[in-house]
């Protein structure tokens, strides 16, 4: 993937042969596909709040029945994003609200004023808002799929990978996102936490990663 190839470039640039590394939703799509490509730089992988295309993206993306305004219903939604960005732009406020609401696990005190207010000035800056729905597009998740499939599917991982989910959000499903993709696993349940762990409660995740 090319994102992959940049945050490796990046790496070069930097002179770092070995690394630690984490991704965070779309973020552990990246460095998953980092480890597959150069697995002797990658000590470590923990990845959070994501199931990479041909394991597991596609269940959390294709509409079902029983959805409702709680489900990934954007993931459908994002992959045109030249619709997404064109519905968005002008409610950028307004979209993040929903989606911090949504899915945090406190709703709005989960994230401050000031917080919200600085996400809002950034996507609403030219062309952020389509780079950030950019790789939801359903070209780029079908060739995302084959590269996974043609990689992982054959030869897992074999590095130390921790798979971290929400209490409020993917919670136990992180397990069956990841079991196939690496051969050294293990998984952890935020407590009081939704989709961003990190922001919700970080004194409980920054000691395991």
Known sequence: MASGMGTKSALDFLNITAAYVVGHDFGSGISAALATMHPSLVRRL??????????????????????????????AFFSIPEAATFFISG???QMLEWFFFHGSYSGPT??????VNRYTSLISKPGFLRAMVGPYDLQAIAAAASFFQ?????????????AMGGEASFGASTRSFWANVT???????????????????????????
């Open 46 to 75: 923990v990845v959070t709040e994501f199931a990479i295309p041909g394991f597991g993206f596609e269940a959390a993306h294709d509409p079902a029945p029983y959805w409702d305004h709680y489900a990934n219903w954007q993931l």
């Open 91 to 93: 409610r950028e406020k």
């Open 110 to 115: 989960s994230f401050p004023e000031n917080i």
């Open 150 to 162: 043609g990689t992982l599917g054959r030869q897992p991982l074999s590095m130390s990978t921790l």
């Open 183 to 209: 051969t050294d696993l293990d998984v952890d349940v935020v407590p009081k936490a939704g989709h961003w762990i990190a922001d919700e409660n970080p004194t409980w995740v920054a000691p395991r990663v």
